[in-house]
């Protein structure tokens, strides 16, 4: 081997040592580099660990403060009906000892005006049953109100039902032009105040020379377009397959509408049957333009008319009054909110 060898081998070898320690040095770089990643990693996970700590600290917060708002709300709207089912059950000398000033009037009939501080009591002295005793069993005239309430209110509750019920699933069903416009007609007279159209109510009902009868409140309220429109945009959201396999197996459309439609749509009829009721139990208007006889009068419009001597009796009256409605909503309670909030579909 000449000299020339022996120096390129040298030089080789030179190099593969100077790559292996540049190799080297790289893998010791690298694993410090990893080492001082993992470290500020370490370093830092609990930051977002704060961070998630203090964002459900914050919710937790807020939860509290809408509840202690939902309840500050609630018993602001549930203090009179408190206030009045406590007071029911007070002498009629305690309320008027308690309430009395407020209902004092002038020799002309004026009010007058309250020099002293109304005591409002939430627990009464002695608990009595007076009042309703004499509103059940002494004075007919309540119970008379009261029934008379009932006779006016249901027919219309369940009438306006059956009629809302048909039509809608007949505009659900049909399509066409006339079927549109008789939808918008619907929507049209839905958005009218009910003073609006009182008058030519009033003039319909005085042709047909049903005024003062039962049906002058009976034939307006059952033919109200105001379920009809709920129902109907309820019964459109409902899948079309649905039908389209009730007619491959034979169902005609009373048999889809009794077996199908109705079922489905029981939330919403249902919500519509208590949101007519809690309306029609407390009209005033209508009974007092289509009634001349005051003995056919609401129980709505005789609770107004209890003068300042009958003033303990207000109370139980009230409480009485407010029984249906109360009953009403507690057994609708769950089809009243699920039909409000599907009343544009089907619930999935």
Request: proline letters at 5%; a positive charge; charged letters at 15%.
């Amino acid at each position: 081997m000449n000299n020339t060898e022996i120096v390129e081998n040298q030089e080789k070898t030179e190099d593969r040592i100077n790559a292996e320690n540049n190799h080297s040095s790289e893998k010791a770089n690298m694993a410090e580099k990893m080492a001082s990643i993992e470290h500020l990693a370490a370093m830092d996970t609990p930051a977002p660990k704060r961070r998630r700590r203090k964002r459900l600290i914050k919710k937790e917060h807020v939860k509290v403060v809408r509840f202690i708002a939902a309840l500050m709300i609630a018993l602001i709207f549930l203090a009179p009906i408190v206030f009045t089912i406590a007071n029911s059950f007070m002498s009629s000398s305690e309320i008027s000892s308690n309430y009395g000033a407020v209902f004092q009037k002038t020799g002309t009939g004026g009010k007058v005006y309250i020099g002293k501080t109304v005591n409002l009591k939430l627990i009464p002295d002695i608990v009595s049953f007076s009042q309703y005793i004499t509103v059940l069993f002494k004075s007919p005239d309540y119970l008379l109100k009261f029934w008379n309430s009932v006779i006016l209110v249901f027919p219309i509750v369940i009438g306006q039902l059956v009629v809302a019920s048909l039509a809608s699933y007949g505009f659900t069903r049909t399509k066409g032009k006339l079927s549109v416009i008789l939808f918008f007609v619907y929507v049209i007279l839905m958005m009218m105040p009910n003073q609006v159209t009182l008058v030519p109510n009033y003039i319909v009902l005085q042709k047909l020379n049903l005024l003062n009868t039962n049906m002058a409140i009976w034939f307006p309220g059952i033919f109200s377009p105001f379920s009809v429109y709920l129902i109907t945009k309820y019964m459109r959201r409902i899948p079309k397959s649905i039908f389209e396999a009730a007619r491959i197996d034979g169902a005609g459309e009373v048999r889809t509408f009794l077996h199908i439609c109705a079922p489905i749509s029981k939330g919403i009829i249902t919500t519509c049957g208590i949101l007519i009721f809690v309306d029609y139990w407390n009209m005033v208007e209508q009974p007092l333009l289509f009634f001349s006889d005051p003995d056919k009068y609401p129980l709505s419009i005789f609770l107004s008319k209890i003068n300042a001597g009958e003033v303990g009796l207000a109370f139980a009256v009230a409480v009485i009054y407010m029984v249906p409605s109360i009953l009403f909503f507690l057994y609708g309670e769950e089809a009243l909110v699920d039909g409000v909030a599907f009343a544009g579909g089907v619930k999935g």
